[in-house]
């Protein structure tokens, strides 16, 4: 089984939905993270979380929320989609004093329509 | 928070030949690092650089820290097709203290064989 999951895989929405996208990881590691990926653009961090208590915004937070939920669960929602959310958004994680080393999910696409 | 810049945007080249990409920064760094992502999945990390001058190797991958501590250059000898992807730099979001990372904006490889 993958070490860093991401459900869904695929989503499709409408303008002006709520959305959640969910992380899971069984590497034991306190550090979680979101990223979105733009064609050309890179990756761009959104919320990272250094330990189940500790939630800190990235470079593109507006427009996104978190929640971690647990050690080994953090969740990305876009409360009201617009369409410039389309992207790719992955997950990663990494260890306690380390943050070189992220692991990465397999990513979620989203479309917004 | 620091930026990164990459070049080139993307590469075109036969198989067998030698690649080189940069990645400069708008300040200092004291970490370079460089992932590769795969089609279809997230990154991983395949060099981590921690010493201004450093040349690090990973098969026939080798990187180097600038001196300068504001670049890094990322080597690829004798391409094969599963070199395809996409390949970051990245580094330290914030200059001190409990950071996350910031990436660049990828350099696309594709080999033609």
């Known amino acids: 089984d993958a070490d860093v999951t991401q459900t869904p895989r695929n989503r499709i929405t409408k303008t002006g939905k709520r959305i959640m996208l969910e992380c899971s990881q069984t590497k034991g590691h306190d550090r979680m993270y979101w990223y979105r990926q733009d064609p050309g653009l890179g990756l761009q961090l959104i919320y990272y979380s250094f330990d189940v208590k500790d939630i800190n915004k990235g470079e593109i937070s507006d427009g996104y929320s978190v929640s971690r939920q647990a050690q080994a669960k953090f969740s990305l929602s876009l409360e009201s989609a617009i369409p410039n959310q389309t992207a790719l958004y992955f997950c990663a994680t990494s260890d306690r004093g380390s943050t070189e080393t992220q692991y990465f999910g397999p990513g979620t696409r989203l479309l917004v329509l | 928070g620091q930026q990164l810049n990459q070049s080139p945007q993307s590469m075109f080249i036969q198989e067998g030949e030698d690649v080189s990409m940069n990645c400069t920064s708008s300040?200092?760094?004291?970490?370079w690092l460089w992932y590769k992502q795969d089609p279809g999945e997230g990154p991983v990390l395949l060099i981590a650089l921690y010493k201004a001058g450093e040349l690090t190797s990973n098969g026939r991958l080798t990187a180097q820290f600038g001196i300068t501590r504001k670049d890094s250059f990322l080597n690829i000898s004798a391409s094969i097709p599963s070199d395809v992807g996409i390949y970051f730099c990245a580094g330290p979001l914030y200059l001190s203290g409990n950071t996350p990372l910031v990436f660049g904006k990828g350099t696309r490889l594709s080999v033609i064989a």
């Open positions: 300040s200092i760094f004291n970490t």
